[in-house]
C-alpha cells in the first residue's frame, strides 16, 4: 500500500467505493467521474504506479479482469461497445499514480455516454515519420 494512495485506500477500506468485483489480485470499482453510464476502473491490489511500473502478472490480471467487466457491461447495461483506456504519466493525462484500466461503455444513446475523443481515427498520418519510428521502436524491441 502507497502512502496516500486513493486506489490503495478504496482497496484497503478506508475509503468509500462501489466495488462491482474483487479477485485476490484484482479490484474493480465504479467511476466517480463516469465518461458514460457503467464506467468503472479495474486495479491491480498491489500497488504499481503506471503501466511502466507494473509487474507482468499484476498487468495479466487486471487486463482479464477488465475483459470479464467489459463482458458483464455489454450484457447486463446493454452498452453497444467498451473503451479499455490506460493513462500513463500525468500529460497523457494520469490522474491517480495507481495503474488502472478505465472500462467505458459505450452507447449510441448520447444521453448515456458523454465521452467524446479530440482524436479523430481515419485522417492518415505522415507516412515517412511512420516509417522513421516504427523503424527505430522496432530495433530496440528486437534486444
Same mark, same amino acid.
Request: aromatic share 6%; proline share 5%; hydrophobic share 40%.
Given at each position: 500500500?502507497?502512502?496516500?494512495?486513493?486506489?490503495?485506500?478504496?482497496?484497503?477500506?478506508?475509503?468509500?467505493?462501489?466495488?462491482?468485483?474483487?479477485?485476490?489480485?484484482?479490484?474493480?470499482?465504479?467511476?466517480?467521474?463516469?465518461?458514460?453510464?457503467? &464506467?468503472?476502473?479495474?486495479?491491480? !491490489?498491489?500497488?504499481? @504506479? %503506471?503501466? #511502466?511500473?507494473? *509487474?507482468?502478472?499484476?498487468?495479466?490480471?487486471?487486463?482479464?479482469?477488465?475483459?470479464?467487466?467489459?463482458r458483464?457491461?455489454?450484457?447486463?447495461?446493454?452498452a453497444?461497445?467498451?473503451?479499455?483506456?490506460?493513462?500513463?504519466?500525468?500529460?497523457?493525462?494520469?490522474?491517480?499514480?495507481?495503474?488502472?484500466? &478505465?472500462?467505458?461503455?459505450?452507447? !449510441?444513446?448520447?444521453? @448515456? %455516454?458523454? #465521452?467524446?475523443? *479530440?482524436?479523430?481515427?481515419?485522417?492518415?498520418?505522415?507516412?515517412?515519420?511512420?516509417?522513421d519510428?516504427?523503424?527505430?521502436?522496432?530495433?530496440?524491441?528486437?534486444?
Amino acid at each position: 500500500m502507497a502512502e496516500n494512495c486513493v486506489f490503495c485506500g478504496i482497496v484497503a477500506g478506508e475509503i468509500p467505493a462501489t466495488v462491482v468485483a474483487q479477485t485476490e489480485t484484482t479490484y474493480a470499482f465504479m467511476d466517480i467521474n463516469p465518461a458514460s453510464d457503467g &464506467h468503472l476502473l479495474v486495479i491491480p !491490489r498491489r500497488h504499481s @504506479k %503506471d503501466l #511502466l511500473e507494473i *509487474p507482468a502478472d499484476d498487468l495479466t490480471a487486471v487486463t482479464l479482469e477488465a475483459q470479464r467487466v467489459a463482458r458483464a457491461v455489454a450484457t447486463e447495461l446493454g452498452a453497444d461497445g467498451v473503451n479499455l483506456l490506460n493513462c500513463c504519466g500525468a500529460d497523457a493525462w494520469q490522474t491517480e499514480f495507481h495503474f488502472h484500466l &478505465h472500462v467505458i461503455p459505450r452507447y !449510441r444513446d448520447k444521453t @448515456k %455516454d458523454r #465521452l467524446t475523443l *479530440p482524436w479523430r481515427p481515419g485522417q492518415g498520418g505522415d507516412a515517412d515519420l511512420r516509417a522513421d519510428l516504427g523503424g527505430r521502436l522496432e530495433a530496440v524491441l528486437e534486444d
